[in-house]
């Protein structure tokens, strides 16, 4: 099977020149002021772009949108989150970073929202974050994204919370922009895909567009998945060969080790290597603006702080609302434009 690439670019994308990037970059540091001075690592150029690339190159619409991740990092100190704070959201391996990479060097999320072992919204979230972290910490210099793989064993209904999906989309579509490279939903269920028509108008159309359904009895998603991962090492629920499966006990050493190092890091003021996250270079600093802030009213998204009236929907009415979506409605699925680089990859086929 030939796999070329098809999909045009998108026309809302902008292309600017290195120059067009940079007044653009300097622009927002202008506008941020101190503060861009106080917490460098999160206002680097390479950060910045981040969040340029996702208001479309819009500095006034970039500028807000770093302020509030600024203002959230300051206040929910992402970085100083341990494993001991999150070890029982972890318990069924309901998210955690693969111990490989993918064949593009891209960090691998796994997610199994079927194993959801708690009910606390705000735990939940606070683990989601420390997995980011972790990720990021792991980034290699040249990809600064990641593969989130979406295994959806066990996954019914039931599994649904209409408030932790939109705390979700919050936080990693404004906090953690331009981080998610592709993220591959393999195996949903069919009831799914009419749930996913509801879940889509809390993403962005920039993290849509990353989203793709992936199939066991498709060939060409197989064939994708193997264009993209080492089939030695991707786990068998997701057409691989690695059955070893989540170890607890295994996966926690490995996170405190992190930790350790993280901490190490933060507590001897030196510079981070790239691959490193920047909160954790600009940790010191944070807390020095932080308590030049006290008096402020640092900013948070509402939903951060939402009662559990907040909730948009119970199971039931979420229940009613798939059924009356059409079962229909097309999905987004793998294929050959998902693969970076596949022609210098796989110059003839994709086997």
Same mark, same amino acid.
């Given at each position: 099977?030939?796999?070329?690439?098809?999909?045009?670019?998108?026309?809302?994308?902008?292309?600017?020149?290195?120059?067009?990037?940079?007044?653009?970059?300097?622009?927002?540091?202008? #506008? $941020?002021?101190?503060?861009?001075?106080?917490?460098?690592?999160?206002?680097?150029?390479?950060?910045?772009?981040?969040? $340029? +690339?996702?208001?479309?190159?819009?500095?006034?619409?970039?500028?807000?949108?770093? @302020?509030?991740?600024? +203002?959230?990092?300051?206040?929910?100190?992402?970085?100083?989150?341990?494993?001991?704070?999150?070890?029982?959201?972890?318990?069924?391996?309901?998210?955690?970073?693969?111990?490989?990479?993918?064949?593009?060097?891209?960090?691998? $999320?796994?997610?199994?929202?079927?194993?959801?072992?708690?009910?606390?919204?705000?735990?939940?979230?606070?683990?989601?974050?420390?997995?980011?972290?972790?990720?990021?910490?792991?980034?290699?210099?040249?990809?600064?994204?990641?593969?989130?793989?979406? @295994?959806?064993?066990?996954?019914?209904?039931? %599994?649904?919370?209409?408030?932790?999906?939109?705390?979700?989309?919050?936080?990693?579509?404004?906090?953690? !922009?331009?981080?998610?490279?592709?993220?591959?939903?393999?195996? !949903?269920?069919?009831?799914?895909?009419?749930?996913?028509?509801?879940?889509?108008?809390?993403?962005? !159309?920039?993290?849509?567009?990353?989203?793709?359904?992936?199939?066991?009895?498709?060939?060409?998603?197989?064939? &994708?998945?193997?264009?993209?991962?080492?089939?030695?090492?991707?786990?068998?629920?997701?057409?691989?060969?690695?059955?070893?499966?989540?170890?607890?006990?295994?996966?926690?050493?490995? #996170?405190?080790?992190?930790?350790?190092? +993280?901490? @190490? &890091? #933060?507590?001897?003021?030196?510079?981070?290597? &790239?691959?490193?996250?920047?909160?954790? %270079?600009?940790?010191?600093?944070?807390?020095?603006?932080?308590?030049?802030?006290?008096?402020?009213?640092?900013?948070?998204?509402?939903?951060?702080?939402?009662?559990?009236?907040?909730?948009?929907?119970?199971?039931?009415?979420?229940?009613?609302?798939?059924?009356?979506?059409? %079962?229909?409605?097309?999905?987004?699925?793998?294929?050959?434009?998902?693969? !970076?680089?596949?022609?210098?990859?796989?110059?003839?086929?994709?086997?």
């Amino acid at each position: 099977m030939s796999c070329r690439k098809s999909r045009p670019p998108s026309v809302a994308e902008k292309s600017l020149s290195l120059e067009e990037q940079q007044a653009k970059i300097n622009d927002v540091r202008r #506008m $941020l002021g101190t503060k861009a001075d106080k917490i460098p690592a999160l206002c680097s150029d390479t950060a910045i772009i981040r969040y $340029l +690339k996702a208001r479309n190159w819009n500095t006034k619409k970039a500028t807000k949108m770093l @302020d509030e991740s600024l +203002k959230w990092r300051l206040k929910y100190k992402p970085e100083n989150i341990r494993w001991e704070d999150i070890a029982q959201e972890a318990e069924t391996g309901k998210i955690y970073r693969a111990d490989y990479h993918d064949k593009f060097g891209r960090v691998v $999320l796994i997610l199994r929202p079927g194993f959801q072992n708690t009910k606390s919204t705000e735990l939940q979230i606070k683990y989601l974050v420390y997995c980011m972290e972790n990720a990021i910490m792991h980034l290699n210099p040249e990809k600064d994204q990641m593969v989130w793989l979406i @295994d959806f064993q066990g996954w019914t209904m039931s %599994s649904i919370s209409m408030k932790v999906t939109r705390e979700t989309a919050n936080v990693l579509q404004n906090h953690y !922009p331009e981080r998610l490279g592709l993220a591959i939903l393999y195996n !949903p269920p069919k009831v799914f895909e009419s749930f996913w028509a509801l879940v889509k108008p809390f993403l962005e !159309p920039k993290t849509y567009k990353k989203v793709r359904f992936a199939y066991s009895d498709d060939i060409q998603s197989q064939k &994708i998945m193997e264009a993209l991962f080492d089939m030695d090492k991707l786990e068998s629920v997701f057409g691989g060969k690695n059955t070893a499966g989540f170890n607890y006990e295994a996966y926690a050493k490995r #996170m405190r080790e992190d930790d350790a190092k +993280k901490s @190490d &890091i #933060m507590n001897s003021g030196s510079s981070l290597p &790239i691959i490193q996250s920047s909160v954790a %270079s600009q940790s010191h600093e944070s807390e020095l603006l932080a308590s030049e802030q006290q008096s402020d009213s640092l900013g948070s998204d509402p939903c951060s702080e939402a009662s559990d009236e907040c909730e948009l929907s119970s199971v039931d009415e979420t229940a009613s609302k798939v059924e009356s979506v059409d %079962s229909k409605t097309p999905v987004p699925t793998l294929t050959c434009d998902d693969v !970076p680089n596949i022609e210098a990859a796989e110059p003839k086929e994709v086997h």
